[in-house]
T-cell receptor
Framework: AQTVTQSQPEMSVQEAETVTLSCTYD???????LFWYKQPPSRQMILVIR??????QNATENRFSVNFQKAAKSFSLKISDSQLGDTAMYFC???????????FGAGTRLTVKP | GAVVSQHPSRVICKSGTSVKIECRSL??????MFWYRQFPKKSLMLMAT?????????EQGVEKDKFLINHASLTLSTLTVTSAHPEDSSFYIC????????????FGPGTRLLVL
């Protein structure tokens, strides 16, 4: 079974600084997708970034980028120029290609301090 | 694009009554939708996968007779909590997956259910 591990329950960062959230996963499959979702205090889950496993290039969305290490089964999220609005719970998620199951990590609570 | 609505956002009901929650994909078709439950400060727990025109697939330990799911169209899935009890109080979140692939799920804003 696929598992997703987020080893940092809580993190904090100063506004305008950079922070990296860690995520590792376990799978025997070669085709899959990885995601980072953000859940702010409103509790609305928002897609931050997506990575297809077959792509070697790391995904980037504005201030958000990932470091995808397929061999190490690692998928970290880097947030640059942190903003107060980045304060949220961040969930790493995994799903196999053509599979319904999406597995979530336990989440990392990020606080951006002014 | 890729907006999912969920209604109601909050509901309070008496023990023994039934509550229906609607999940709609507003700007895309979704053959597959998902229902999650989230406990305070916890991750999402998948309850069931809803497939348009067929029976839902429930996760182990989820009572299908208690949590009725209907996916009548490509844009609407409903979850009915039957004979609700206080232990059913929780935050329920739906998501919808675009039919075009890429396996991305887009989430509704959630429904907070309180059973008195």
């Amino acid at each position: 079974a696929q598992t997703v591990t987020q080893s940092q329950p809580e993190m904090s960062v100063q506004e305008a600084e950079t922070v990296t959230l860690s995520c590792t996963y376990d799978t025997s499959e070669s085709n899959y997708y990885l995601f980072w979702y953000k859940q702010p205090p409103s509790r609305q889950m928002i897609l931050v970034i997506r990575q297809e496993a077959y792509k070697q290039q790391n995904a980037t969305e504005n201030r958000f980028s990932v470091n995808f290490q397929k061999a190490a089964k690692s998928f970290s999220l880097k947030i640059s120029d942190s903003q107060l609005g980045d304060t949220a719970m961040y969930f790493c998620a995994f799903t196999q290609y053509n599979n319904n199951d999406m597995r979530f990590g336990a989440g990392t609570r990020l606080t951006v301090k002014p | 694009g890729a907006v999912v609505s969920q209604h109601p956002s909050r509901v309070i009901c008496k023990s023994g009554t039934s509550v229906k929650i609607e999940c709609r994909s507003l700007d895309f078709q979704a053959t597959t939708m998902f229902w999650y439950r989230q406990f305070p400060k916890k991750s999402l727990m998948l309850m069931a996968t809803s497939n348009e025109g067929s029976k839902a697939t429930y996760e182990q330990g989820v009572e299908k007779d208690k949590f009725l799911i209907n996916h009548a169209s490509l844009t609407l899935s409903t979850l009915t909590v039957t004979s609700a009890h206080p232990e059913d109080s929780s935050f329920y979140i739906c998501s919808a997956r675009e039919d075009r692939g890429q396996e991305t799920q887009y989430f509704g804003p959630g429904t907070r259910l309180l059973v008195l």
